[in-house]
């Protein structure tokens, strides 16, 4: 267990009891990761909760955006222990304050930094919460996507709260002992479908799959990483952000991380001297997390070279012992056919101010209109 006397409080935090929890806000990210590194060995946490990720993402990729890093810590009064981290920022959306994860859609998930005082029923994470709320500056709205029930087994605090709806899903599966036993356990339609797809890369000579962390070699395939995205999303007729230079800056120190280099791995799928598809993936704690997938369309739609990566992948985890693999969050058919489960994502919506309740009537309304114009003209499967 950590003791209290291991984080250390500056001088600019504020600090406000309320009953069985105290809660501590600081803007200083070094004596916040410190705490979290700390926490990490005993901890539960996802990778995008992680200090190699949160590092990045505070140093890079939040200063960007001209926000404020709202770094709170939480702790049982009683027991003098930490309860739980939440690495919040306030930022402006549309003329409202939001205070929200440290996201900016590259957190797939949304999870406290837990400790041994961690909440775990929900009067107990409602108590924690005014603790947080006590120090929080004004806001319109506080809203947190993507908040996972469990991790492991310990239960997620703010999925406890009242103020939840159901959301988004995530997609795990917890691989075999071999890479037979993955493959007996995929329908026959998929084993064909992947045989079929090996074929198709027979006629370019086959194919090479390679895991790389090495800094160096991976900068200029996150160069390709970006441009393979770009090219499908804008083919789609969407708007594509991670390729601006903040972006590839952040990713490119994510995997840039000394203090633990395996982290964030790339995984490239060649065929005939081209690259046709990569993924970059978090490894933590048994776990691989991929975020980012991109590949060839066109002439290589044959090849599937999407799903022949993501079973590449898993062939390379199950022979190394990793335990689970999560295609992060989204509903897509195409994470059930690899054999992963969906799990429910809850979002935590609270106005703090009249603005912030008109703010998020407004932002329902237009969701709600959204989702049924898609039901109604979504076709029947």
């Given at each position: 267990m950590?003791?209290?006397?291991?984080?250390?409080?500056?001088?600019?935090?504020?600090?406000?009891?309320?009953?069985?929890?105290?809660?501590?806000?600081?803007?200083?990210i070094g004596s916040f990761l410190a705490r979290a590194a700390a926490l990490e060995p005993e901890g539960v946490l996802t990778p995008f909760q992680s200090p190699r990720w949160l590092d990045a993402w505070l140093n890079v990729l939040g200063p960007a955006a001209d926000l404020e890093p709202l770094l709170i810590t939480v702790r049982?009064?009683?027991?003098?222990?930490?309860?739980?981290?939440?690495?919040?920022?306030?930022?402006?959306?549309?003329?409202?304050?939001?205070?929200?994860?440290?996201?900016?859609?590259?957190?797939?998930?949304?999870?406290?930094?837990?400790?041994?005082?961690?909440?775990?029923?929900?009067?107990?994470?409602?108590e924690a919460f005014e603790a947080v709320a006590a120090v929080l500056p004004p806001a319109d709205v506080l809203r947190v996507r993507n908040l996972p029930l469990a991790v492991g087994r310990r239960l997620n605090p703010l999925a406890l709260?009242?103020?939840?709806?159901?959301?988004?899903?995530?997609?795990?599966?917890?691989?075999?002992?071999?890479?037979?036993?993955?493959l007996a356990a995929r329908p026959r339609k998929f084993r064909k479908a992947l045989r079929q797809h090996h074929r198709a890369f027979d006629v370019h000579g086959g194919f090479t799959?390679?895991?790389?962390?090495?800094?160096?070699?991976?900068?200029?395939?996150?160069?390709?990483?970006?441009?393979?995205?770009?090219?499908?999303?804008a083919a789609r007729g969407k708007r594509y952000v991670l390729d601006r230079p903040v972006y590839s800056d952040f990713y490119r120190a994510v995997l840039a991380q000394r203090s633990d280099p395996g982290f964030a791995m790339l995984s490239v799928l060649e065929s005939g001297g081209t690259v046709v598809a990569i993924a970059y993936s978090l490894l933590?704690?048994?776990?691989?997390?991929?975020?980012?997938?991109?590949?060839?369309?066109?002439?290589?739609?044959?090849?599937?070279?999407?799903?022949?990566?993501?079973?590449?992948?898993?062939?390379?985890?199950?022979?190394?012992?990793?335990?689970?693999?999560?295609?992060?969050?989204?509903?897509?058919?195409?994470?059930?056919?690899?054999g992963c489960e969906a799990e429910p994502l809850l979002t935590l919506e609270r106005p703090m101010s009249v603005k912030g309740r008109m703010a998020l009537s407004a932002w329902n309304t237009f969701a709600g209109r959204r989702s049924l114009i898609q039901s109604l003209t979504a076709r029947p499967s």
């Open positions: 950590l003791p209290i006397e291991a984080c250390e409080r500056s001088a600019e935090w504020a600090a406000e009891a309320t009953g069985r929890y105290i809660a501590d806000c600081t803007h200083d049982d009064n009683r027991r003098g222990e930490i309860a739980m981290l939440l690495p919040l920022v306030l930022r402006r959306f549309y003329g409202v304050s939001l205070i929200e994860f440290a996201d900016l859609s590259v957190s797939d998930y949304a999870f406290p930094l837990l400790g041994p005082a961690a909440p775990s029923t929900p009067e107990a994470a409602a709260l009242p103020d939840t709806s159901r959301g988004s899903v995530r997609n795990v599966m917890t691989l075999p002992a071999s890479w037979d036993d993955y799959v390679r895991m790389i962390t090495d800094q160096a070699e991976a900068d200029h395939l996150l160069d390709s990483l970006d441009s393979l995205q770009r090219a499908r999303i933590h704690q048994q776990t691989c997390t991929t975020v980012r997938l991109a590949h060839l369309g066109e002439q290589w739609s044959r090849c599937s070279p999407g799903i022949v990566l993501a079973t590449e992948l898993i062939r390379w985890l199950i022979d190394n012992g990793v335990r689970r693999f999560d295609l992060g969050a989204g509903g897509y058919d195409y994470k059930k056919r690899l």
